[in-house]
């Protein structure tokens, strides 16, 4: 079969599982990290440097090992790109640890270390792209100075290279994208979300002291998370598919119960990430809920978004639960336990995968995929064994859904901006206004408006640069 030929009918699998109907069989959609570099054979280290390879290695792990769909790459993580602005909380293999073990995140644990001082709400609620720039960043990196502060070569050299080294990481995305389709493959996911709550704790406050604030400073917090959520609806959707294809996703690691209260989750976390899922699906776009724990007390606050908006991944939520909660709604992924792949034998692994399977798969509306990222650790056999089950026992007997993908798609969705958002002076998209810029030109003698789109399209990837920066 021809790559091309390969590609649309993997991509019909998918997209017919992740609308909740019923393919041909189960698909497969893998996220495989460090595992795809071991499978390879590379070092973690290896693909920490040299990001070409982080792209190649999860193409040549999905063709190997039959995938339906995969993500594009396998770290996500480039210290090139992440080291040249001079990210201070990433620390990786082979530099500041072990060849061979993955990326680790620290963050802020005191008020000393925090990116946002606790005095700062307001000044992040006023202007959060000022905030960002003129605040966050030079705390956030080793070389950029604040406003005030000395203007040093490496304050200088810091914006020059991480911006060169940004555009050379996401045109190689944008070109392992494009091969992986050349190659059959579907990529697994394209822009990512993330929950305002979650910003404050893993990229401002840090989540100790951001469990203070919701004791003492609740209100602070709630306007805090109003002002974040129009510019990360901007990033995911001026991001995603434009084929309206491929989902998003949104890594959902920390604000569930216990790490937050089902208070918190009721009267902050969740009004002010539903709204952004809701807006993104009336532009056309499903989203992963890549739930990382468990999120079963949580199930029937996502029972609320509207059917197939979202494809509910799997990973210590009680599965059979999301099953019968949302699996009249909405595609489920997962639930293979990642430990599973590691400890266990192959025999094992099919034994679970069948039953796992027969209870949650019969009627399709589900991807097969283990719980949560694979690391190098998993047994090749193991994942293979998965895979296996798919191929050889998820073929459903009963006629598929014979549903073409503009069909799929063609559904009744709500018309985009019925979800209201606070307005800003410099609005998402936006670092310099075109009302400002345009005082550094003297006269318009053809067409003002031309030059008006030419700056504010430069302008939106300086933006971008910014908030990527930020909720990566």
């Known amino acids: 079969m021809a790559n091309e030929e390969l590609y649309q009918e993997r991509l019909k699998r998918y997209l017919t599982a992740c609308y ?187 989540y100790m002291n951001l469990v203070t604030d919701l004791l003492i400073r609740r209100d602070k917090v709630i306007e805090a998370c109003h002002a974040l959520m129009p510019h990360l609806l901007y990033n995911v959707l001026s991001g995603a598919d434009p084929e309206k294809n491929i989902p998003s996703i949104i890594w959902m690691h920390r604000s569930h119960v216990p790490f937050i209260s089902m208070e918190d989750f009721n009267e902050i976390y969740w009004p002010t990430l539903k709204p952004i899922i809701e807006e993104l699906w009336a532009n056309g776009h499903q989203i992963v809920l890549y739930a990382e724990g468990d999120w079963t007390p949580h199930l029937e606050a996502f029972a609320e978004l509207p059917d197939k908006s979202v494809i509910f991944h799997a990973d210590k939520t009680d599965i059979i639960r999301a099953h019968e909660i949302l699996g009249s709604k909405f595609c489920i992924s997962g639930g293979i336990p990642v430990g599973m792949l590691s400890n266990n034998s192959a025999s094992e692994v099919r034994t679970y995968c069948k039953k796992l399977l027969d209870t949650v798969a019969m009627d399709g509306g589900y991807i097969l995929d283990a719980s949560t990222l694979i690391m190098d650790d998993a047994k090749i056999e193991n994942v293979k064994a998965m895979i296996d089950i798919a191929l050889n026992y998820g073929g459903y007997t009963r006629s598929p859904s014979v549903i073409e993908i503009n069909e799929l798609k063609n559904i009744s969705r709500p018309e985009p901006g019925q979800y209201l958002f606070r307005k800003f002076s410099r609005p998402p998209g936006t670092c310099i206004p075109w009302s400002e810029k345009r005082n550094d030109f003297d006269r318009f003698i053809v067409d003002e408006k031309r030059v008006k789109e030419m700056w504010e399209k430069i302008d939106s990837q300086g933006y971008s640069f910014c908030w990527t920066n930020l909720t990566w």
């Open 20 to 206: 909740n109907e019923q393919p041909d069989r189960i698909p497969i959609r893998i996220f495989s990290e460090e595992l795809s570099s071991k499978h390879s054979g590379y070092s973690n280290f290896d693909a920490a440097l040299k990001h070409e390879i982080q792209f190649e290695v999860n193409r040549k792990f999905a063709l190997d090992l039959g995938c339906d769909a995969i993500q594009t790459n396998s770290i996500v993580n480039w210290v090139g790109m992440m080291k040249s602005i001079g990210w201070k909380l990433a620390k990786f293999p082979g530099i500041e640890l072990p060849l061979n073990s993955c990326t680790q995140w620290t963050e802020p644990v005191n008020e000393e270390e925090a990116f946002m001082k606790e005095d700062e709400y307001n000044t992040l609620v006023d202007d959060p792209t000022a905030f960002m720039l003129n605040r966050w960043l030079p705390r956030f990196t080793s070389h950029i100075n604040s406003a005030g502060e000395p203007v040093t070569f490496e304050h200088n050299m810091s914006f020059i290279n991480g911006l060169i080294a940004y555009n050379q990481f996401f045109n190689e995305w944008g070109n392992a994208y494009k091969r992986l389709i050349d190659s059959g493959i579907v990529p697994a996911v394209g822009s990512v979300l993330k929950a305002p709550l979650d910003i404050m704790g893993d990229k401002l406050r840090g």
